[in-house]
Structures are given as C-alpha cells and as structure tokens.
Nanobody
C-alpha cells in the first residue's frame, strides 16, 4: 500500500511563504502525474496544482503566480512552494497521484493569519 507523507505546513502571517513536501513510498512515483490538493475546514477538497510525469505544471487561478509545484523523482517527492500567502489559503494540504488509486496521507495544516 502506498504511503504519502506530507510535511512543511505551519502558521504564517499573510504575505509569508512556506514550502510543503510530500514523500511517496511508491516506486512508480516517477510515472505518475501528481497533484497538491487543499481542504479548508468544512469545505470540499480542491485540486490546486498539478505536475505531470514529464514536468508540465498547471494551477488553479487562485494560486497562479504565487504557488510553484515541483518534483524530485529520485526522492519520490513532490513539493509546493507557496509565496504571498493569503488567509484564504488556510487549509489542510494533501498530495496524491491524479490517476492512481492511492490512499490519502494525513495532510499538513497551513494556517495564514491576517
């Protein structure tokens, strides 16, 4: 069973930055398109950033220009660099493969204070 371990969250003031990491135990990591998702308290989980196996990226409009997704296939790890954080970015952040049926990790809490 694949394990996904997210880390790097925390409490930051508006305008600040955080870098999230997600390590996968799956050896097929490199061939999977990966995504970062977030779930604000009481709301549905949404996909905010995608990186394909080939390295192409895409973002939801609300984070474009502020968030950067990247991956290190040698480390089976995907990253999310978050800059110019806003209070509305507050959520639990998760990573997962877009097209494989991997279980969700525990996520990492990001809290942005105004």
């Amino acid at each position: 069973q694949v394990q996904l371990v997210e880390s790097g969250g925390g409490l930051v003031q508006a305008g600040g930055s955080l870098r999230l990491s997600c390590a996968a135990s799956e050896s097929t990591f490199s061939i999977n398109d990966m995504g970062w998702y977030r779930q604000p308290l009481g709301k549905q989980r949404e996909l905010v950033a995608v990186i394909t196996s080939g390295g192409s990226t895409n973002y939801v409009d609300s984070v474009k220009g502020r968030f950067t997704i990247s991956r290190d296939n040698a480390k089976n790890t995907v990253y999310l660099e978050m800059n110019s954080l806003k209070p509305e970015d507050t959520a639990v952040y998760y990573c997962n493969a877009l097209w494989s049926n991997w279980s969700w990790g525990q996520g990492t809490q990001v809290t942005v204070s105004s």
